[in-house]
Every structure is written in C-alpha cells, then in structure tokens.
C-alpha cells in the first residue's frame, strides 16, 4: 500500500496561501468587534469624539493649514456641492509627550449611498445619525501615520497605514487607546499582503460584508437558480452578481453603467445584463427580465434601487422567492413619497419571503464574511472593482456620483493625495 504525498512545490504554495490568509484575518477581524457602521448604540459617541479630537491644539509646535470639508447645509432632493464646504484650518502638531495620540493624513477615503440619508435634519427611527451642519463629515478612510506620541510609538510608527472611521480633514489628530480605538475601528495595513488598500473599503469591508450576509442568508441561493442584482455596477450590488457566480447561480444584472462597465461585469461573472434605461416602465422592463432569465422568472433578487425596478423584478418573481431588500438609492434624494403598485397579494400566492435588514444585525458575524470574502479575494475568484476619484477636494464631485448616473464601476474611492 503506497501513501501519496503532495510535491514539495504544492505543499509549499498551499502554506504561503494560508499564511497570507491568516495574516489578512488578523488584521480584518479587528472590525469584528466595532464599527460606527455596524453598532448604532455608539455612533453618536464615535460623532462626539472625534469631532472634539480634531479640532483640539496645544501649544506644542508651528500651526499649518490643513483642509477639512464640512456639512454645509442638508440637501433637498439631488445633492449639489453647495450642500459642503471646504475650509482651511488650523492644525498644531501636539507635544510628544502629553497624551496618546497619532496624527494622521488621510490617503483615501469612501463615499457611499447610506450617506444621503444621514445628510438630513432628522434620521429615519432605529438609523444613524445625522452629520451636524457645520462640522466635518466623516466615513470610512485610509491613513498614514505621521507622527506619534512618545507613549504609542511601539504601536504606531511614521509611515504606518491604518483602516479607520476618521473624520474627513486631510491632517487630525486621534487619540489612542483601546476606548478610541475601538471608536475609530483602527486596523493597521501589513503591506506584505500584496492587497490593494482600497480593499479594505470595499471588498474587504462594509461593501463587502454587506453583500455576503444580505445575499447569501437572506437569499438562500441554490446552484441553478436565477438572480437579479439591481445597482449591479455598484459597490455592493458588483459583489453580490460575483457571489452568486461562485454560487453556481444564472445572474442577472441591472444597472445604467456605460458600455465599458457592462463588460467589466460581464468578465466578473454576470451572464445577463439590462440598462435600465432602455426599459423606462415597469412593464418593458419586467418584459427584458423574463426575457434574460433562461426559465422566464426569478428565484432571487438582491434589491439596491427601490421604485419601478423594484416593482418589475417583483412581477417576475418564481413561486417561493426571496427578495434581499438592501437599499433604495433611486429613492434617496426624492423630495416627496413614490407610490407604486401595491404586491400584498403577489407576495401570498407565491409565497415570497421579502426582508429588508441593516448590516449592523450581522455585527456578531462580521468575522465569518470577512474570512471567506479574503479567502475569495486572494484566490482570484472575486474581483475589487474600483472608481477613483483623485483630490480630497472633488470629495463632495464623488459622493454627487453615486445618484447622478454618471459613469462609475464598483466601489467609489477618493484618492485624497497625488
């Protein structure tokens, strides 16, 4: 009897794939624990905090000016840049020696839809808060380590790169400490990793996590089954499509992406996809879906978009479907209510099940996404697909993007420095 033995080379392979995977884990899972996104109980203390922290000087050193762009005053209907302002203010490098504390330049930072909704007097009951008038917006961000205090410098040295919640000012200080640590859901960047740092706010992040958990346990996909993804050519809507891929699912998508992004999703994995924009009702469009789909209807549907999209998918959906209600970008700025057909009595004859949820009720499981969403990213079989935006100052040019149509692809990323 004779026992078979991997070669050395494969052996070899296999390792450097699970130390490159464990290493990613140790860094992704410290956002298991909190993140402003995922925890509303302590978004107004993150707000508070950081906002006090960023605008605190001593007399330590020579001032600079640093740029910081604040909520100007909330939109109504469409956002337009006179809803921001860019300001120049004073920045004091601390003294080495008094407090913990990390000052911070930002590289990178996400704009994303949930965005609009906080850019109101008054949130919807059980969201987030609203951004205050006056101050500076904040989100996710990727930052370089300037300088330290004497205290933290084992821990942060000039030059790290760190995943963080910051507040949008080009140059901040933060205090540091396992309580505003945990506040700014600090993860430091191994550069070994040979993962784009974009990553970790898209496919790596809030994005992503979102995708996995609200398609794949909301949905249920079973191999062979059809899929329609809405916003497909968005950052969350671009990974679901993938998923279902993997997933061994037919899919569709939906979006109004230019011809160069339609390919871009098609070499991702999508096997269908219908710009929206050729079919302005709900009956042409419901006529393209059945039309896409190889058994003329739907088994799943991962909705992004809300209104006549919304309603055409739902004509189309298969006797016990499963519809994963994400968010309602075409919504997002209207001014008053939409009315659309009413489904009650679609919804019981074909026995749908229709959630909606917010990924803060996956926080406990933020860990199991980010590992197999790693895992998939390394192995080649998900692809981060990104639009850059270059100057912090086109910030508010980019969040504008996310509604207006204008082309984009994937995650939208400003890169705040040549």
């Not at 992704?28 to 109980?41: E, K, Q, R, T």
């Not at 960023?54 to 600079?64: V, Y």
């Not at 000039?158 to 140059?171: C, M």
């Not at 700014?184 to 496919?203: A, E, M, R, W």
Request: glycine share 8%.
């Amino acid at each position: 009897m004779s026992l078979h033995h991997p070669s050395p080379s494969v052996d070899n392979n296999a390792s450097r794939m699970q130390r490159r995977l464990n290493t990613l884990y140790s860094h992704l899972v410290m956002a298991s624990n909190f993140s402003p996104i995922n925890d509303l109980g302590m978004m107004k203390n993150y707000h508070d905090e950081i906002i006090v922290e960023n605008n605190k000087t001593n007399a330590a050193g020579g001032k600079e000016k640093t740029t910081s762009i604040l909520m100007n005053k909330f939109p109504k209907g469409m956002i337009e840049e006179s809803d921001f302002k860019i300001v120049q203010v004073d920045f004091e490098q601390p003294l080495a020696s008094e407090g913990d504390w990390i000052v911070i330049k930002l590289l990178q930072l996400s704009v994303d839809p949930y965005m609009r909704a906080r850019m109101a007097p008054k949130t919807p009951k059980g969201y987030f808060p609203a951004f205050k008038l006056n101050e500076p917006l904040h989100g996710g961000c990727i930052a370089k380590v300037l300088s330290s205090s004497t205290s933290v410098q084992h821990r942060y040295k000039q030059g790290d790169l760190l995943f963080g919640y910051f507040n949008w000012q080009l140059v901040q200080k933060v205090t540091v400490g396992a309580k505003f640590e945990t506040i700014y859901q600090i993860v430091k960047i191994d550069p070994k990793l040979k993962v784009p740092s974009s990553n970790y706010l898209g496919i790596l992040g809030m994005p992503g996590v979102t995708a996995y958990h609200g398609f794949l346990d909301i949905c249920q996909p079973k191999k062979g089954e059809v899929v329609v993804v809405s916003a497909a050519s968005g950052a969350v809507g671009s990974i679901v499509g993938q998923i279902a891929k993997l997933k061994g699912c037919f899919v569709i998508g939906i979006s109004g992406g230019s011809e160069e992004a339609m390919k871009e999703l098609k070499s991702a994995g999508f096997d269908s996809l219908i710009n929206y924009k050729d079919y302005p009702s709900t009956s042409t469009l419901k006529t393209a879906i059945e039309k896409a789909s190889p058994s003329k209807e739907v088994d799943c549907y991962f909705d992004n978009v809300g209104g006549y999209i919304l309603d055409a998918v739902t004509l189309c959906m298969a006797k016990y479907g499963r519809m994963s209600l994400c968010g309602a970008i075409s919504q997002y700025n209207d001014t008053g209510a939409e009315m659309g057909p009413r489904m009650n009595s679609l919804y019981v004859v074909r026995e749908l099940k229709v959630q909606g949820f917010l990924i803060s009720s996956y926080q406990k499981r933020y860990q199991e996404a980010v590992q197999q969403l790693a895992q998939w990213t390394l192995e080649g079989k998900l692809k981060a697909l990104e639009t850059k935006v270059k100057g912090f100052e086109n910030t508010p040019k980019a969040i504008i993007r996310l509604f207006s149509g204008e082309q984009k692809l994937g995650k939208m990323i400003v890169d705040c420095v040549e």
